[in-house]
């Protein structure tokens, strides 16, 4: 078995693995009656982990009867094909907001990871963007779903919630395992970082639309859970949950802090230019992974814009230019 897994409460397991120097945790609620998976990390993920993960603890595949996809991003949604081709029972369930993307790696690489590519002339590598296509590959999305909250009845002992976490994505789903007060959120909170298995930076915090983030960061509190549990970080237990939450929230405050800052400096910026003054501001990242910040920043900047604090209009070689607005 790849990577390492681990029961973090009762019917609450954690699988743990390998994405490069990194970590993606997938999970699975055990009810009487069936168990649910949460995200499927990459093509390689169901059958190098995953299975071997269940049959250790006794966990017939068949009874996995639902896969919560937290998100359009490969690394969660990756393995669903390969799940489906082992588990062909199993029910794909996902927030019609990211349903269509999960549904296509085509549209995850040009909608989302370059959709700074026009505009910013910000954009992945040729080498990331063919990672994506041999990590990933199609299938459907079974079931949509809509509303914020949304139930699934493992067994007599077990009833869980789907929670409409925005912000990362527009359709980040968390799950709420009130049995072991387990709140499993994909990425839909990331602190101020996302990091190696090691420790170290890896790159900035993800989100695409503040306004979501601070509003999933805020949601998240009222749960008051004993567990929090992420894709890329250890597991948070008690007063660190409610840390990790204000640590997100408090990047996003100091970016958006340094951003306005900047710009009140004078002059027009482009993206590119405020990620490299704010980037060994905010974090301590590798220089490659810099580019990252444009997720959260152009958020920033297109929130301060609609209030009317910041404009924007054509910089050099026709990319976006921001501005305090007159």
């Known amino acids: 078995m790849e990577g390492r897994g681990f029961e973090v409460a009762s019917g609450v397991h954690r ?5 490069g ?71 794909f369930v996902a927030h019609d907001d990211d349903a269509d993307l999960i549904e296509d790696v085509d549209r995850i690489v040009d909608e989302r990871y370059s959709e700074f590519a026009a505009g910013h002339g910000i954009d ?38 789907l929670v409409a976490t925005p912000g990362h994505s527009p359709g980040s789903l968390s799950v709420w395992d009130p049995s072991g007060r387990a709140l499993i959120v994909g990425d839909a909170v990331l602190g101020s970082t996302v990091r190696y298995a090691d420790g170290r930076p890896a790159f900035p915090p993800t989100y695409r639309d503040p306004r979501d983030y601070r509003w999933t960061i805020s949601g998240l509190e009222r749960f ?3 567990f929090l549990l992420t894709s890329h970080d250890p597991v948070f237990e008690g007063e660190s949950v409610a840390a990790y939450l204000d640590e997100s929230r408090a990047f996003a405050v100091r970016l958006e802090h340094e951003a306005l800052r ?29 580019p990252f910040l444009a997720n959260e920043l ?26 305090i607005a007159s």
């Open 21 to 91: 120097e990194r970590i993606v945790a997938c999970h699975l609620v055990v009810g009487s009656d069936a168990a649910l998976l949460v995200d499927t990390g990459v093509d390689a993920t169901p059958a190098g982990s995953i299975l071997p993960y269940a049959a250790s603890i006794g966990l017939d595949p068949a009874r996995i009867r639902w896969v919560i996809v937290t998100h359009c991003d490969v690394d969660h949604m990756g393995g669903n094909a390969a799940f489906r081709e082992l588990v062909p029972t199993a029910v």
């Open 224 to 226: 008051h859970a004993r």
């Open 262 to 290: 900047e710009l009140r400096a004078g002059g027009q910026r482009t993206t590119r230019d405020l990620i490299e003054v704010l980037a060994p501001r905010v974090g301590e990242w590798d220089r490659s992974a810099w």
């Open 15 to 19: 699988i743990e693995a390998p994405l």
């Open 124 to 161: 992945i590598d040729d080498a990331m963007k063919s990672w994506c296509h041999e990590a990933a590959r199609p299938t459907p999305v079974d079931l949509r779903v809509r509303g914020v909250r949304e139930s699934i009845r493992l067994g007599v002992d077990r009833t869980v919630e």
């Open 298 to 323: 152009v958020g920033h900047l297109e929130e301060l814009e609609a209030d009317g604090v910041v404009g924007r209009s054509s910089g050099p070689d026709g990319l976006v230019g921001w501005e």
